[in-house]
């Protein structure tokens, strides 16, 4: 199942920005490359060359990639103050297993980071908590079986 990417304005003009950089600046810079392999002679046996190509190959992949998340990009500012859990929710969950108080906020994909506890609303824990309210109680799907989590506070 494929989840909608949701980007704040900030994020689409941070991605626009990098679509921009890579089209005037990385793939001319690997045509250069390319030019000057070629002219070193053999291409069969040229390193240099089989690299270059490559690279642009990467280049051009991730600039189709980033287009490609653009034209399907939902663009949102996050919400916070609503008493269910939605995009932008700060809030606190009861982890049942190690009797433990998280804080977490749900964000969409490309802004999320398990490390500052920004998780995303298409992971496991982010989809099973959209829509839930403070004293909710919701299972996760783990491969040891389920998680569960109570959520105490929407902050």
């Known amino acids: ?62 600039i189709n990639n980033l287009k490609k998340m653009l034209e399907v990009a939902h663009v949102t500012e996050y919400q916070t103050g609503s008493d269910t859990v939605d995009l932008g929710s700060e809030f606190v969950l009861y982890d049942e297993e190690f009797d433990e108080d998280i804080e977490y906020t749900v964000v969409g994909v490309l802004d999320a980071d398990p490390a500052k506890n920004k998780i995303s609303n298409s992971s496991p824990v982010g989809s099973a908590l959209m829509g839930k309210k403070v004293g909710d109680t919701v299972e996760v799907p783990i491969p040891a079986g389920k998680a569960v989590y109570k959520i105490k506070a929407l902050t």
């Open 1 to 62: 199942m494929q989840h909608e990417v949701v980007l704040t304005p900030a994020k689409y003009k941070e991605i626009e920005a990098e679509i921009q950089s890579l089209l005037s600046n990385e793939r001319p810079a690997i045509a250069e490359r390319i030019r000057q392999a070629r002219e070193l002679g053999d291409l069969s046996e040229n390193f240099d060359y089989q690299d270059a190509k490559r690279q642009a190959g990467l280049i051009q992949g991730r």
